[in-house]
């Protein structure tokens, strides 16, 4: 637990100033992250991190990612998604020359690049419109999975989704969406802005709820695979899928929203 807590102190204190840099900072920053992930995704599924479709793959998704930011660079690329089309044409063609990569590892790596890279290009749209609906949305993630597991461990009886994750309780999640309002509602106290309050706690219900869903996802993806966490890059909290599961989720809901 103590390397846990020092491990989460030590990434805030990094990620939080990159945010708040934003521009090509956080930009690379994200890529990192996601291109991490997608690795993470990868391994679970047996393909070979270092290899031609993981290349391939990393290609699209930073093209998901900052697809607004490489058509500003180079305008005179198509913008009708040919070029992300071909990607994944190639991706598909790998599967004739590179030994033990398949046409389901084709749909795993598919299936990675747009969860991730919608998730991590919306973060990054949010960032440039609107900061504080990004704050405001890591505040929900976060208080909703600390609400989750202390109200779980203490008050914990009727679990949520027994054949993935055992250990969640309906009590807990109830509880987290509970602590996601009372920290928002402090929040928005203290950096006033255009939202009424009350017009903004049913969105912190659903993203809340969509945090734990993203959570829930995360969880059945490792069952599947039979892993207990997708990495081991932070010590005492998995890998980078493990720790954006919850954020991947919610950033892609606001970005369906039309939020960002």
Same mark, same amino acid.
């Given at each position: 637990m103590k390397q846990r807590s020092m491990t989460a102190i030590i990434a805030l204190l990094f990620f939080v100033p990159i945010i708040y840099i934003g521009s090509w900072v956080l930009e690379a920053f994200i890529v990192l992250l996601a291109i991490t992930a997608l690795m993470e995704i990868h391994q679970m599924k047996g393909i070979n991190p270092i290899s031609f479709p993981t290349l391939v793959s990393s290609v699209a998704l930073i093209f998901v990612i900052l697809y607004k930011r490489i058509l500003e660079v180079f305008p005179v690329l198509p913008d009708n998604g040919s070029l992300f089309a071909l990607l994944i044409l190639i991706l598909i063609s790998?599967?004739?020359?590179?030994?033990?990569?398949? *046409?389901?590892?084709?749909?795993? $790596?598919?299936?990675? &690049?747009?969860?991730?890279? +919608? #998730?991590?290009?919306?973060?990054?749209?949010?960032?440039?419109?609107? *900061?504080?609906?990004?704050?405001? $949305?890591?505040?929900? &993630?976060?208080?909703?999975? +600390? #609400?989750?597991?202390?109200?779980?461990?203490?008050?914990?009886?009727?679990?949520?989704?027994?054949?993935? $994750?055992?250990?969640?309780t309906i009590e807990g999640s109830i509880g987290g969406i509970i602590i996601a309002m009372i920290v928002s509602v402090i929040y928005l106290l203290l950096f006033p802005t255009n939202w009424p309050i009350l017009l903004m706690l049913p969105l912190v219900v659903v993203l809340s709820i969509a945090g734990q869903i993203g959570d829930l996802i995360e969880s059945a993806i490792k069952r599947h695979f039979g892993t207990k966490d997708s990495g081991n890059i932070l010590p005492g909290h998995g890998g980078i899928f493990d720790r954006f599961d919850s954020l991947l989720f919610v950033l892609s809901v606001m970005f369906i929203m039309g939020l960002v």
């Open positions: 790998l599967t004739l020359v590179v030994k033990d990569y398949t *046409i389901e590892d084709v749909g795993i $790596s598919f299936v990675g &690049i747009l969860y991730i890279g +919608t #998730g991590f290009h919306s973060f990054i749209l949010t960032r440039e419109t609107n *900061i504080h609906l990004l704050i405001l $949305s890591l505040l929900i &993630i976060w208080s909703t999975d +600390t #609400g989750a597991y202390l109200i779980g461990r203490k008050f914990g009886k009727n679990k949520l989704a027994p054949l993935i $994750s055992p250990n969640k």
